[in-house]
């Protein structure tokens, strides 16, 4: 789906909204739902949830800019997380962050202009024996090397 093409409620979301909607604590569920059907939070999705749900528009906001699991922009094609939890970063962690935003020419939270890229400083992933790591899509790699990021990034260009 293109950066520019208006989204709209999938028929698949809008049952899970009517399924959740009368139920206590329905709004994180949702917002879940639409960040992981989305990968972020479409500005037209939730002035459609503020309507169907019956909720104001700010607290909708104050929600998603609460938690920062929840995304306002559209992230890259290839998301990578690079760990900063305490192993990591003794380890390197903030060294291998630096060489990739120079490696994409982007700083950190940002999407790479081509949108192919988009990183994110995380916490602790739970893999403190292979330190530094990073997760692109889903996929860890441990023990790494600013030496090591081209090959790795060049992995996921090729990907189409």
Request: hydrophobic share 40%.
């Amino acid at each position: 789906m293109g950066q520019d093409e208006r989204k709209t409620l999938t028929p698949e979301l809008r049952a899970f909204i009517e399924e959740w909607k009368p139920k206590p604590g329905n709004l994180i569920m949702v917002l879940h739902r639409v960040q992981q059907t989305y990968g972020y939070m479409p500005r037209e999705i939730v002035l459609e949830l503020a309507d169907l749900l019956g909720v104001p528009l700010a607290k909708i906001y104050g929600v998603i800019t609460f938690y920062n699991f929840f995304k306002l922009k559209q992230p890259g094609r290839n998301l990578i997380q690079v760990c900063l939890g305490t192993a990591c970063y003794l380890k390197g962690g903030d060294d291998i962050m630096k060489a990739l935003e120079q490696e994409l020419g982007v700083g950190v939270n940002t999407v790479t202009p081509d949108g192919e890229f988009s990183t994110e400083a995380v916490r602790c992933l739970g893999c403190c024996g292979l330190a530094p790591v990073i997760v692109i899509n889903g996929e860890v790699f441990g023990k790494v090397t600013k030496a090591a990021l081209p090959g790795i990034l060049d992995k996921f260009r090729a990907k189409h």
